[in-house]
């Protein structure tokens, strides 16, 4: 199985700040990389998929980049809504696999 | 609007079995693969399950920490996916959802083995 490293587990950050989440994959992946948020009680909401792809009704501040094993989620200025855990998910092969997460909360 | 529910959650035994359903509506299910992923206690998510359509001959796939305990079914009669679950273990403690095309999630049903 592919394993996700995503990393930081916990961010700490203001409202306005520029953050970054990154995912590193054990082999290449295709960019076949989603990010998802997940909010206290709420299913997984993807973000991004494909990479880059920004899935839609999902604010433009939210962008990915990456190839081969390296990923990363960035968003541009954070809004108050944004706090909460991220995770990634490697689709290329099967079992899918998803990062530990990283949970970001408010400094 | 992509809508999928899942149902069948609880409390059991360890050893014992229990089947989920997941009802959907609002996309073409027979033609989508469908998918179990299970979220633990500790917030780790599990992709543990997933069955192709009809054109693939309904074939399917499980992660090796389910695998012979576990089956993922469909009937595209009535848009819904099974999981039926077997000798549970107290580590199969998670809230289980279904999805579809790694985009659409239900809200998850909650299971819980304990004795």
């Known amino acids: 199985d592919i394993q996700m490293t995503q990393s930081p587990s916990f961010l700490s950050a203001s409202v306005g700040d520029r953050v970054t989440i990154n995912c590193k994959a054990s082999?290449?992946?295709?960019?076949?990389l989603n990010w998802y948020q997940q909010k206290l009680g709420e299913a997984p909401k993807r973000l991004i998929y494909?990479?880059?792809n920004l899935q839609t009704g999902i604010p433009s501040r939210f962008s990915g980049s990456g190839s081969g094993t390296d990923y990363t989620l960035t968003i541009s200025s954070l809004q108050p809504e944004d706090f909460a855990t991220y995770f990634c998910?490697?689709?290329?092969?099967?079992?899918?696999?998803f990062g530990a997460g990283t949970k970001l909360e408010l400094k | 609007e992509v809508q999928l529910v899942e149902t069948g959650g609880g409390l059991v035994q360890p050893g014992k079995s229990l089947k989920l359903t997941c009802a959907t509506s609002?996309?073409?299910?027979?033609?989508?693969?469908m998918h179990w992923v299970r979220q633990s206690p500790e917030k780790r998510l599990e992709w543990i399950a997933r069955?192709?359509?009809?054109?693939?001959?309904?074939?399917?796939d499980y992660v090796e920490s389910v695998k012979g305990r576990f089956t993922i079914s469909r009937d595209d009669s009535k848009s819904s996916v099974y999981l039926q679950m077997n000798s549970l273990k107290e580590e199969d403690t998670a809230t289980y959802y279904c999805?579809?095309?790694?985009?659409?999630w239900g809200q998850g049903v909650m299971v819980t083995v304990s004795s």
């Open positions: 069955i192709k359509d009809k054109s693939n001959n309904y074939a399917t």
């Open positions: 609002g996309f073409t299910f027979s033609t989508a693969w």
């Open positions: 494909n990479t880059n």
């Open positions: 998910l490697q689709h290329n092969s099967f079992p899918n696999t």
């Open positions: 082999q290449n992946i295709n960019k076949y």
């Open positions: 999805t579809v095309a790694t985009a659409y």
